[in-house]
């Protein structure tokens, strides 16, 4: 499936001239807006906390390693014209979360090339800062997030990989009508593997 996303994207968006775009979106409850230098504090404050990280590299986060995402992400989209969003909570103001669409990769490294991820699947994620834990937040974000890499990237397919022990992905996942395909090795790691085509997807779920 590698060609076709790299063709369907280029002729979507216009080619590279268009994949420099950096696209808010919304929900009822949040902003999505592309990771800006100004998401720095709210970012840090959830990334640094333990239980946040606990299926994702098992590590807090520096503030330097933060700022260090938040540049990376930046060039990601200006490179590819999807990446990671900051999840703003509309009524607080604060960083409730993130999520990304972005092309996967098989190694832990991101490529200096960054053009050359065009050809691989593209990969949903999410993750929320606990104050906004279990108020299907990210459920609603998810929802967003797969029409925005359905209808704007035109992408065939969608994965999203987790930790096998993370329950509380894997219900996002289910609740946005993916299905396990098994474990695969993705990011120099062995991740349970979900999948969503867009055949099976069924638009967005009634709280987006
Ligand atoms: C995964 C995460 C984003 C889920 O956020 P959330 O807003 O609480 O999820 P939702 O409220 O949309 O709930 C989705 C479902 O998961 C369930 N759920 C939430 N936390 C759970 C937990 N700790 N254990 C089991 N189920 C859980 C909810 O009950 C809900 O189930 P339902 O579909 O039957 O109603 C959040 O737990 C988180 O940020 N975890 C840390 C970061 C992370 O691991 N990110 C994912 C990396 S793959």
Redesign the pocket.
């Known amino acids: 499936m590698n060609g076709p996303v790299e063709s369907d994207a280029c002729r979507n968006q216009g080619g590279t001239a268009q994949r420099n775009a950096l696209t808010t979106l919304h929900t009822r409850r949040l902003r999505l807006e592309p990771f800006a230098d100004r998401h720095l504090e709210g970012l840090h404050e959830m990334n640094r906390k333990p ?2 990280m ?3 590299t098992g590590r807090p986060e520096t503030r330097e390693q933060t700022a260090a995402a938040i540049a990376r992400v930046q060039r990601c989209w200006a490179a590819l014209g999807t990446s990671w969003w900051a999840f703003i909570c509309t009524t607080s103001g604060r960083v409730a ?1 993130a999520g990304c669409i972005q092309y996967a990769r098989r190694d832990a490294v991101m490529p200096d090339d960054l053009e050359s991820l065009l050809g691989n699947p593209l990969e949903i ?4 800062h606990p104050d ?9 974000a998810a929802a967003r997030m797969a029409a925005f890499a359905f209808e704007t990237l035109a992408a065939p397919e969608l994965i ?4 096998p022990d ?4 894997a ?2 996942m ?2 946005l009508g993916m299905r396990y395909r098994g474990l695969e090795s993705w990011y120099g790691e062995t991740l349970a593997t979900h999948v969503l085509s867009r055949n099976d997807w069924t638009g967005s779920s009634p709280s987006a």
Do not use: K, T
Not at 125 to 128: F, K, N, Y
Not at 132 to 140: C, I, K, P, Q
Not at 166 to 169: H, L, M, R, T, W
């Open positions: 239980e946040v606990q299926f994702i979360g994620g999410w993750r929320l906004f834990w279990h108020l299907g937040l990210a459920s609603e999203a990989v987790r930790h993370n329950v509380a992905s219900r996002v289910d609740r």
